[in-house]
């Protein structure tokens, strides 16, 4: 299958300092990644969709300027969490579809990046 | 947006019993739901999905039900094993690059 690729697994932040978090698509190209918070043992709640060339569109709740979404390729989406703060600290993970393959369907999800923040 | 609820969220059955997960959407334009299986630590993956033309659609022990006019869908692992023991979440998606929303998630225990 496709492979999704994000990095980094793992970072730790000086509470106010800024981290980004990269998503690719390795094998295919995605005209649209999607971006999920996960909470410990609870479920994958979408941030926002990244599109290709245009701006992200954002979910009921969550602040752009504070999650900077930038997809400047058909296999490169970033996350930047601006003057991040503890209650930022989580687990966010990305995910794509295959451009053209709306038959399909499947999303590919990334390994997701486990931030925390001091 | 969509909403779309998952029950029951903590789930043990017995090493070869069956396993029955429900979730509910709201959205009567969603076409496409989708069934993911995350293991400790490790990233979702697809394990079965079925279209809105399509009832019932089976692949082994896994077997996914729709009901478009309850708006509706179940999915049920036969002869469990402990292999099968993860965090399973539906989702729901209007199809075509749309966003996919995600149920709450059930840990499944398959006690050997």
């Known amino acids: 299958g496709a492979v999704v690729s994000q990095h980094p697994s793992r970072v730790i932040c000086k509470s106010g300092t800024s981290v980004k978090i990269e998503c690719r698509s390795l094998?295919?190209?995605?005209?649209?990644m999607f971006w999920y918070r996960q909470f410990p043992k609870k479920s994958l709640m979408l941030m926002a969709t990244?599109?290709?060339?245009?701006?992200?569109?954002?979910e009921q709740g969550v602040e752009k300027d504070k999650f900077l979404i930038n997809h400047a390729s058909l296999t490169l989406s970033t996350l930047t969490v601006t003057s991040a703060h503890p209650e930022d600290s989580s687990f966010y993970i990305c995910?794509?579809?295959?451009?053209?393959?709306?038959?399909?369907?499947?999303?590919?999800f990334g390994e997701g990046s486990r931030l925390t923040v001091l | 947006g969509e909403n779309v609820e998952q029950h029951p969220s903590t789930l043990s059955v017995q090493e070869g019993d069956s396993a029955v997960i429900k979730c509910t959407y709201s959205d009567s334009a969603s076409n496409y739901f989708p069934w993911y299986k995350q293991e400790l630590g490790k990233r979702p993956q697809l394990i079965i999905d079925i279209r809105s033309n399509v009832g019932e659609k089976k692949d082994q022990r896994i077997a996914v039900t729709l009901n478009k006019t309850a708006k509706h869908f179940s999915l049920h692992i036969t002869e469990t094993q402990p292999e099968d023991s993860a965090v399973y979440f539906c989702a729901a998606s209007l199809g075509n690059g749309n966003q996919f929303y995600f149920g709450t998630g059930t840990s499944l225990t398959v006690i050997p």
């Open positions: 995910s794509a579809r295959e451009t053209g393959s709306a038959n399909t369907g499947e999303l590919f």
């Open positions: 094998d295919f190209q995605a005209t649209t």
């Open positions: 990244s599109n290709e060339g245009s701006k992200a569109t954002y």
